[in-house]
């Protein structure tokens, strides 16, 4: 299953600012707290409705703040404490958000901390993420900000006092589309992110029972260690009583060098079991069709780089010469003595010592009953 976006819509999270923008342009034709009123009532709707409005699931940081932020000025303004006015309320909006939003930047790290402290529970990831896009996000809003109050700063300098149009075009004009361009940049941006990570693959987040409960891209797996599980398949080759095992490459994530079962893929986000499995022997034996794996077990594997759920396939053959091909560089077959004398000295991938036992009774199995 391929994705057409990496990152989609979701991830602009400087569309948490249209609820400001509603307030800013609606207080042109209504009252202070009406406009408001109306900017936080679409500001609930929009936190309520985005749960069913994006596949996405995250926590729209800006949205909330802004959404507080309209609500609390609009109960004050219902108060004898209203500080604001028509012609002050969108500079005012926009400095008040822009200032929240940095200070929240500046103490994201602290959050992230205090929201992602529980290890092993997908809700981190989701904070992670949530958290990363909203930073992006900050740095859009926040640029735009200083572009707005540079100019006014020279304005002031240079043009003082301001003439009613000049007052108008930066109290009440430039607000709104500072923000407005702030959710434009920052959907040209994802735009051009998906263009370049468009063929970059996800790989799936499950529980220990191997049901989906997110995804993350396939390169920011190892980022995440342990943290979460994601499901790899890998297909034992078993030759005559015998395995086939070679040497991993020096690029893989784990157990670099070490001998290990060569035949292993990460399940990508949307795919089937079967649909990785046929990857994986087209690549591995191309233009043989008689090959069929066969499910064995499933377990979980974890250590300080990984956390996975492995689906374990066994491969029966009996012509040695389909593994004599450049994928196989360095591979041979081992007998089950000859395993048994090296399991302890490390030169084996971790994975492949937990299976091992499991392996070695299948052979024997099959070597008892195979002229039954």
Not at 33 to 38: C, E, K
Not at 273 to 297: C, H, K, Y
Request: hydrophobic share 45%; proline share 4%.
């Amino acid at each position: 299953m391929s994705f057409k976006n990496v990152l989609p819509v979701a991830f602009n999270m400087s569309l948490g600012l249209v609820p400001v923008i509603i307030t800013m342009i609606f207080s042109a034709v209504v009252t202070p707290v009406t406009a408001l009123l109306l900017g936080a009532v679409t500001g609930i709707i929009y936190i309520v409705g985005s749960h069913y409005l994006f596949q996405e699931t995250l926590i729209r940081f800006i949205l909330i703040l802004s959404t507080t932020v309209l609500l609390l000025l609009a109960l004050l303004g219902l108060s004898p404490f209203q500080f604001y006015s028509s012609e002050t309320l969108s500079i005012g909006l926009e400095t008040a958000i822009i200032l929240l939003l940095i200070t929240f930047y500046i103490f994201s790290n602290r959050i992230r901390k205090m929201l992602t402290r529980k290890k092993g529970n997908p809700f981190r990831q989701i904070v992670v993420r949530s958290l990363d896009a909203t930073a992006v996000s900050i740095r859009v809003i926040s640029i735009l900000g200083i572009i707005h109050l540079l100019l006014m700063i020279l304005v002031v300098l240079f043009a003082y006092p301001l003439t009613p149009k000049m007052s108008f075009l930066f109290y009440r004009i430039f607000p709104p589309v500072i923000f407005i361009l702030a959710i434009l940049f920052n959907q040209a941006g994802l735009t051009y992110f998906n263009s370049l990570m468009s063929d970059t693959d996800f790989i799936p987040i499950v529980d220990e029972k191997g049901n989906v409960t997110g995804r993350t891209l396939k390169v920011e797996a190892l980022n995440y260690k342990n943290s979460f599980i994601n499901p790899v398949v890998r297909i034992a080759v078993i030759c005559n009583g015998m395995l086939f095992l070679c040497d991993k490459s020096q690029k893989c994530t784990i157990d670099q060098g070490k001998i290990d079962i060569p035949l292993e893929s990460y399940l990508k986000y949307g795919e089937t079991l079967d649909q990785r499995v046929n990857t994986i022997m087209e690549d591995a034996f191309p233009g043989v069709e008689e090959l069929e794996p066969r499910f064995s077990i499933k377990h979980k594997f974890k250590n300080e780089m990984t956390y996975r759920l492995i689906y374990l396939y066994t491969l029966e053959i009996t012509d040695d010469s389909l593994l004599k091909n450049p994928r196989f560089k360095g591979g041979k077959l081992w007998t089950i003595h000859q395993i048994e004398q090296n399991i302890d000295k490390g030169i084996f991938g971790e994975c492949f010592t937990e299976e091992f036992d499991y392996l070695k009774d299948i052979i024997y199995i099959k070597e008892i009953y195979k002229d039954v």
